[in-house]
């Protein structure tokens, strides 16, 4: 996990949302207000501005329909 999805998870935090790592299907995700989940290199893009959360959120709501059982 590189210093950037560290930096993405406590900057997520401090804005008042809840942002820690979990497990799904044999990947390690950051899972966002128990509602989403964000891969590391999707982290490492937020923290480094080319997206915004809403950008984030857009993105997992479109992959989620696509393969709703495999996030």
Do not use: Y
């Amino acid at each position: 996990m590189s210093v950037k999805v560290v930096a993405g998870i406590r900057a997520m935090n401090k804005r008042g949302h809840e942002a820690h790592l979990c497990k799904r299907d044999g990947f390690t995700w950051v899972e966002i207000d128990h509602r989403m989940l964000a891969s590391f290199q999707e982290m490492e893009e937020l923290v480094d501005g080319k997206h915004t959360f809403e950008d984030l959120a857009e993105r997992f709501e479109k992959r989620f329909a696509q393969e709703p059982g495999t996030l």
